[in-house]
């Protein structure tokens, strides 16, 4: 749990435990694409007691706000993170607890006895990763724990936030109410579109909460799916769709909107609501045998970039540290860093 009322960087999401296993078998059977990210529906349920019974899972601490929390915490002193989501009162949630605690985050979970804590059956097969994410107790939080008396001095006290997309799904009111706070106070509010389907079917939540947005986060697969969703003439431009997010109406426009989009190996392109110019920043490419396990890699960069950002860094050194940090997640299995920590700054 939160041990004091003040934390630089708040953030908010899904906490889930992955379970992770490599199998073009499943990928098959459950008609799943090989790099995506979708929720569990009806005929996906039965991966999970498959995955336990069939697969040996290697289990790690997961979803995608509480990867990025991590990540954060990895770049900034000590006591500097804490992480809000809602989990079940099992073992689950305690072996999250403890993967917070060791890489230095503080917990602050909402906890409900009405559903378990969530899961994602993580399947791998290449260099791609697959995400098959069952909600559970995390679509169980509610708007009253923001308010409640040991997380609201660690809402109010907080100058950075940081929300994952998935959270849009379940959490608007949620998002929208820290979102706003941090615009009237004039603080920094992130947002990472994190899945294509995001746009796609969550178009509605998502323009509710992005006029609120300082810095947002996406992939280029997630870019493709908002220029369509928009109406964009080339979707698949990453430039042009970087620019058309970062000019989109804002609500405090004294902070000019940042708009981060990583392409995976390829370059990541930047964006800035008060430049008609666009920044591309290349990745330092890794030979196949560092390649490890790609699940959490953007949300690595993400947190990286949050926590150089906390920390005062420009944004040219914030992309190089979540480069630094997504390429150190993809040489080891799941969304996890190196330790001993190395220095990234």
Not at 8 to 25: A, K, T
Not at 131 to 151: C, D, G, M, Q, Y
Not at 256 to 282: F, H, M
Not at 298 to 321: I, Q, R, T
Request: charged share 15%.
């Amino acid at each position: 749990m939160a041990t004091q009322t003040s934390y630089p960087l708040f953030c908010m999401g899904n906490p889930l435990l992955d379970m992770q296993v490599r199998s073009e078998e499943l990928l098959q059977k459950y008609n799943l694409k090989a790099n995506d990210a979708i929720l569990a529906s009806k005929e996906h349920m039965p991966i999970y007691d498959e995955i336990v019974k069939d697969h040996n899972p290697t289990y790690v601490a997961g979803g995608a706000a509480q990867n990025a929390a991590r990540a954060a915490a990895y770049v900034l002193p000590q006591n500097s993170v804490v992480y809000a989501g809602c989990v079940g009162k099992d073992v689950l949630a305690n072996t999250l607890r403890a993967a917070n605690q060791r890489e230095g985050v503080a917990s602050a979970y909402q906890v409900t006895t009405e559903e378990n804590t969530g899961a994602c059956a993580v399947i791998l097969t290449g260099h791609d990763r697959s995400l098959v994410t069952t909600l559970r107790a995390a679509e169980k939080f509610n708007k009253s724990h923001l308010s409640s008396p040991e997380i609201l001095p660690l809402v109010e006290n907080a100058r950075f936030y940081y929300v994952g997309g998935f959270f849009l799904t379940h959490g608007t009111e949620s998002a929208l109410e820290i979102a706003q706070k941090a615009s009237n106070a004039g603080k920094v509010f992130a947002l990472n579109l994190s899945a294509p389907f995001i746009p796609q079917f969550f178009k509605v939540q998502l323009e509710q909460v992005l006029p609120y947005v300082d810095i947002l986060f996406g992939n280029e697969s997630e870019a493709e799916s908002w220029a369509n969703a928009n109406g964009l003439s080339n979707p698949t431009n990453l430039p042009s769709v970087a620019l058309a997010l970062a000019k989109l109406p804002k609500s405090n426009a004294s902070r000019p909107r940042i708009v981060v989009l990583t392409s995976g190996a390829e370059a990541t392109v930047v964006a800035t609501s008060d430049s008609e110019n666009t920044k591309t920043y290349p990745v330092n490419k890794l030979t196949d045998e560092q390649i490890v396990d790609t699940n959490g890699a953007g949300d690595a960069f993400a947190g990286g970039f949050m926590g150089a950002y906390v920390l005062g860094k420009s944004v040219d050194e914030c992309v190089e540290v979540g480069h630094k940090l997504g390429a150190m997640c993809v040489g080891q299995i799941g969304p996890q860093l190196a330790w001993p920590k190395q220095q990234v700054l």
